[in-house]
């Protein structure tokens, strides 16, 4: 069972409760009130059914790395990556299911990169001089936040 599973089970049980809310609040005269219950039913349901969607995902994805173990050719899911449509065809995730490396693989969790990114564009932007030290003046060195 994947966290998306569970989360569309929990998602699809708190569709019903709200459902069973609002007919409930209908039946005691107050109508506006299971409007708003409602609408959460129908926001609940919408999360069931794109977190089931994310969970056959994550199955096909296993069962592909699985048959690629066993050594079949195995032709890449449609669309090869979640990221891919979105990015209209340049950028892959790290879960892309392309044989070998995708052209642009972005880093699912490169602190080190996206740093460097930073540094690039703050030399860009101030001429080079490139603040390395924290401003008030204690000698401590200058950070951005983030994971070291």
């Known amino acids: 069972m994947t966290t998306h599973l569970r989360y569309a ?3 699809a049980t708190g569709s019903l409760i709200c459902l069973a809310f609002a007919t409930a ?3 005691d005269g107050l109508p506006w009130i299971s409007l708003t219950v409602l609408g959460t039913a129908a926001l609940l349901a919408w999360d069931t059914r794109r977190e089931t969607r994310l969970h056959r995902r994550r199955l096909a994805e296993h069962d592909l790395a699985r048959r690629r173990a066993l050594g079949e050719t195995v032709p890449a899911l449609t669309p090869c990556c979640l990221l ?3 990015s209209k065809g340049h950028a ?6 392309l044989p070998g ?6 880093p699912a969790d490169d602190t080190t990169a996206g740093w460097t990114a930073y540094q690039r564009l703050a030399a860009q932007l101030t001429g080079g001089n490139v603040r390395t030290e924290c401003p008030c003046g204690c000698g401590r060195p200058w950070s951005v936040g ?3």
Do not use: E, K, Q, Y
Not at 92 to 97: F, I, L, P
Not at 101 to 106: C, G, S
């Open 9 to 11: 089970i929990g998602a």
């Open 25 to 27: 609040l209908v039946l």
């Open 84 to 86: 891919n449509p979105r």
């Open 92 to 97: 892959h995730d790290h879960r892309c299911t």
């Open 101 to 106: 490396p995708a052209t642009r693989v972005l």
């Open 146 to 148: 983030g994971r070291s």
